[in-house]
């Protein structure tokens, strides 16, 4: 599986922001999705993950009731809608699949390229 992230870019706090991450292969489906970031000067971290059919959600509690996480199985893309971003957002964003739904980045065996997303106050 090859991903493709894209849809980062400048915002100010408060916008809005929709990242796509875009999947070849025909079996896009059976691989967990997961979107993590990271700031400049800090770790990887998880920030949201949908299963296989895109039936069960989860997020980091950083951008729980922000972010919102789905998948189209039928595009082979996943989205992230990011809305009232903060500075703190800011960061590069990586799409991941795998087969195991978890926050673990160790699991997923594939990444994207990643997205810049910057978000001024």
């Known amino acids: 599986v090859q991903l493709q992230a894209s849809g980062g870019g400048l915002a100010q706090s408060g916008d809005s922001l929709r990242l796509s991450c875009a999947a070849s292969g025909r079996t896009f489906s059976t691989y967990a999705v997961a979107w993590f970031r990271q700031a400049p000067g800090k770790k990887r971290e998880h920030v949201a993950l949908t299963t296989q059919t895109g039936g069960s959600t989860y997020y980091a509690d950083s951008v729980k009731g922000r972010f919102t996480i789905s998948r189209d199985n039928a595009k082979n893309t996943v989205y992230l809608q990011m809305n009232s971003l903060k500075p703190e957002d800011t960061a590069v964003y990586y799409c991941?699949?795998?087969?195991?739904?978890?926050?673990?980045?160790?699991?997923?065996?594939?990444w994207g390229q990643g997205t810049l997303v910057t978000v001024s106050s």
């Open positions: 991941a699949a795998g087969m195991s739904s978890t926050t673990n980045s160790q699991a997923y065996a594939y």
